[in-house]
């Protein structure tokens, strides 16, 4: 993750956070009309739609934030991110946040995603885990995972 990629999932955040359905526009009325008439017969309508929309873009900007704070072993951000996040979070390449800290060698981030739960040994899509990131002080490690 780029500090573009951030401000650029931040900005889309922004903009998704006032959506509201029943004002997007389409090429065509009538698809607009057969869109939100098959969305209002879901459970919760349009609003839940609207919701649903507004919690996955802020979801997938805070997690922007958590590479970024991993990637530059920024130890403040990521003691205050949601455990959840710094547990489940994962790229498009199957990389978490721990991947991102081992391979900048930021082994006092990898201590703190270590402490609030975060997985060491979740492989990504080349099948490597955090462990494999070829930058990483073997020494720093063994101090972490305490073996």
Known sequence: ??????????????????????SCKASHAADKARLLDMVSTCPGGIDALNENVRMVAAQAAEEAVIFRAAESGHCAV???ASA???????????????HFAAKGNWTAALEVLCARGASLMTQACGYNTSLHCHDVDVGAWMAIVRW
Not at 84 to 98: F, M, S
């Open 78 to 80: 990521l003691s205050v």
């Open 84 to 98: 959840e996040l710094l547990q489940t979070a994962v790229d498009a390449r199957g990389r978490t946040p721990a």
């Open 1 to 22: 993750p780029s500090m573009n990629c951030e401000l650029v999932l931040q900005i889309v955040h922004a903009i998704l956070n006032g959506l509201d359905m029943r």
